[in-house]
């Protein structure tokens, strides 16, 4: 896995900080040990100190230890200037490099050529402070990203394979798919797989949040990385590598890491509107003192003005938050896909639910079948086309119809007509299986009452359709799921209106809308009809998030402002989503909107600490209180400076309180006579 790409934080004028963190410390130490000499023998330093010392070439003695430093120290500075300059995107490091040559060409005029005083320790200092932001920068940088570190981190390297009766110890990259491994107590699961003998609790809090292990069984799947309780377990591994979903995760967390929002936009704006305006600053200030006849002042304010404005900060007051965001999200259960749509959540005033799979828990029972032919013909028809649908209402179907005793037999010309249902030819006989609304589309008439009577309990009802006649009727229950109820009551809590939109006939919308009271619902409607809804409620000024789990569900996803898919959901509408919710619950577009809003704010904040300040921080350094005896001197004008890349730094850790702690479990000590009454 290649960490560097991470470390590497794009958009601070491109610098590279895993390479230059020892650079910028080691360039630290050296340029602070020589700036003590230069402070010693400065005139001012000794009047404010009350001794003297002098000896001849004192000035040159200066000089030369000074030019080490602004060679020295100020190399990265000189160095990213001619890179900046080069891309024609002048920034930060224009502007330190062009504030500490103005200091030091103009000091090392005085020393030889004109009259006035020199401002090496005031250069001295300030290149020391500046080498210390970047240090710490750097730091925190790496901090940031470490945070993806500790995803995979999670992932256990060793496996017990278990071979030939005995168990040995393997790599986890050279397990294959269909190997059989040991899971001892308290250990991690090395790989994605489902049980296939053993019992216990896992625990999959670093990707759902959810603190309470989960009980599994044989036939349950189990994620790589989760973390086994008390009990043993036997695993086939089912995927390995980069096909896990912790590796899913980790590419999905580094994606949104990397992917730019608009606030990141701003971010970059406002630091080169910064750079305008501390030339512009610059400028008037020198010619202001200058003008009024004060030409050694001028320059100092100058200097001032230029490190002063140093939109240092901002190259980290977002991608700091970003890192950090995007990783704490993906571990409380939230996996952000796209950044702008994370960060459009908090604005989100109308929230539209897809039924079945999202509100409901999409596991279908067979409850009725109303048959016009033979049921076994009907089933067996019926199944055979089904068997090919990945809709979950099919799934159900099958297995109801495989234990019935149906034979499935092969289908020919099948084609999914998604949020209606399925059609193909089997035997050589035109089928649909499907909604109320293919019924209609069909132009086929039913007013049977036992099938309005099923659909006012909120039954999901589908209709076979064979050769173009009616052939029978196939009732479905689902549960709402728990958490639906209480999602949906919060959300109202916080004024947001809900909606439910479903392709299921309008009886189960009904039914479904009542007892969760919901605000309103849009029953029997296509996937296009889908994002017309969401458009409809856009145009009427609301921030639509679209929450949905199938195929009918993805064009309303790319529509809505936010598109949330349910992680249990099909692919497309994964794809097509801004947000994935790991945990399948609605109760966590709750937490998605709690992050999104948390995360907004800490930008903003973090964009006030680093560019805000200069609002006052400028006209103070061009001396604007001169008159009152208060001026900002070089020094410390970098000092605020890189106060300010701090409290961005620290700031932004705060969000960490958001973070899920992950216990990283020792592994128990199992002797080896217990491992194997373990395994027989
Ligand atoms: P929702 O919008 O509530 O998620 P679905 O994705 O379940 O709706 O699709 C809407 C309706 O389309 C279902 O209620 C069902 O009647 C019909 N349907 C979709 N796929 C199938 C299928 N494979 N077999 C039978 N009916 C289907
Ligand atoms: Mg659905």
Redesign the pocket.
């Known amino acids: 896995m290649d960490h560097g790409t991470n470390m590497k934080h794009q958009d601070h004028q491109g610098h590279d900080h895993s390479v230059h963190i020892s650079d910028f410390k080691i360039r630290f130490i050296i340029s602070t040990i020589l700036t003590i000499p230069i402070l010693i023998l400065s005139e001012t330093i000794q009047i404010w100190l009350g001794f003297e010392l002098t000896f001849p070439f004192q000035k040159e003695t200066v000089f030369i230890i000074a030019t080490l430093v602004y060679f020295y120290g100020g190399w990265p500075f000189l160095k990213g200037m001619v890179s900046e300059i080069k891309k024609k995107q002048p920034g930060m490091m224009t502007l330190i490099a062009m504030a500490i040559s103005v200091a030091f060409f103009y000091s090392a005029a005085t020393v030889f050529f004109i009259s006035g005083s020199d401002f090496f320790w005031e250069l001295g200092t300030l290149i020391d402070v500046m080498l210390l932001g970047h240090w710490v920068e750097a730091k925190s940088i790496m901090g940031a990203s470490r945070a993806l570190e500790e995803l995979v981190k999670i992932m256990p390297t060793t496996a017990h394979l278990i071979e030939n009766g005995g168990v040995i110890d393997v790599p986890v990259s050279e397990l294959e798919i269909g190997d059989v491994v040991l899971i001892r107590p308290g250990e991690k699961i090395p790989s994605d797989g489902a049980v296939v003998d053993g019992n216990s609790y896992v625990n999959e809090a670093f990707l759902t949040g959810e603190s309470k292990p989960v009980s599994k069984s044989t036939g349950n799947d189990v994620i790589g990385g989760s973390i086994n309780a008390e009990g043993f377990l036997h695993v086939q591994i089912e995927k390995t590598g980069e096909e896990t979903y912790l590796f899913q995760v980790i590419k999905l967390v580094r994606e949104a890491q990397m992917s730019k929002s608009r606030t990141q936009d701003l971010a970059n704006r406002a630091a080169a509107l910064l750079f305008y305006v501390a030339i512009i600053a610059g400028v008037i200030t020198y010619s202001v003192w200058f003008a009024i006849g004060f030409p050694d002042f001028a320059l100092e304010r100058t200097v001032t003005v230029l490190v002063i404005a140093c939109p240092h900060a901002l190259g980290l007051a977002i991608p700091l938050v970003v890192a950090l965001s995007t990783s704490i999200t993906a571990k409380s259960g939230v996996l952000i896909r796209d950044r702008t749509g994370f960060e459009n959540a908090r604005k989100i005033n109308a929230i539209v639910f897809?039924?079945?799979?999202?509100l409901t828990e999409g596991n279908f029972g067979v409850t009725d079948v109303i048959s016009l032919i033979s049921k076994e013909e009907l089933l067996r028809l019926t199944a055979a086309l089904?068997i090919n649908?990945e809709?979950?209402?099919?799934k159900s179907?099958v297995e109801y119809s495989e234990n019935e005793g149906v034979k499935i037999e092969p289908t020919t010309d099948f084609t999914?007509?998604?949020?209606?249902?399925?059609h193909g030819k089997v035997n050589g006989k035109s089928v649909y299986?499907?909604?109320?609304?293919?019924l209609k589309q069909l132009k086929i008439k039913t007013n049977d009452s036992k099938i309005m009577q099923l659909q006012e309990q909120g039954k999901?009802?589908?209709f076979i359709i064979i050769e173009n006649q009616l052939a029978g009727a196939i009732a479905l229950s689902d549960q709402i799921r728990e958490d639906s109820k209480s999602a949906i009551k919060k959300l109202k809590e916080k004024g947001i209106r809900t909606y439910m939109?479903?392709?299921?006939?309008k009886e189960?919308a009904e039914w479904v809308a009542k007892e969760l009271e919901i605000d309103d619902y849009f029953a029997e409607?296509l996937p296009h009809e889908?994002a017309d809804k969401i458009l409809s409620l856009k145009e009427q000024g609301y921030k639509v998030a679209m929450v949905?789990?199938?195929?009918?569900?993805a064009p309303a996803l790319v529509t809505a402002d936010v598109g949330i898919a349910i992680g249990a959901g099909t692919d497309v509408a994964i794809e097509s989503a801004d947000v994935i919710l790991v945990k399948n619950n609605p109760d966590d577009v709750l937490k998605l909107l709690e992050l999104s809003q948390k995360t907004y704010s800490k930008m903003v904040q973090n964009l006030w600490w680093a560019a805000g300040y200069n609002i006052v921080a400028i006209p103070l350094a061009a001396g604007i209180l001169a008159s009152l005896g208060f001026v900002i001197n070089p020094a410390i004008g970098a000092i605020l400076m890189s106060l300010s890349t701090v409290i961005v730094a620290l700031n932004s850790q705060t969000l960490r309180k958001h973070d899920i702690k992950v216990k990283v479990v020792t592994h128990k000590e199992t002797s080896s006579s217990e491992t194997v009454k373990a395994i027989t």
Not at 354 to 358: A, E, H, P, V
Not at 416 to 422: F, K, M
Not at 433 to 438: E, K
């Open positions: 897809d039924k079945t799979g999202t089904e649908s809709h979950i209402i099919a179907i999914v007509l998604p949020g209606q249902g399925v299986v499907g909604s109320p609304n293919l999901t009802v589908v939109l479903t392709g299921d006939a189960v409607v889908k949905g789990d199938g195929i009918n569900d």
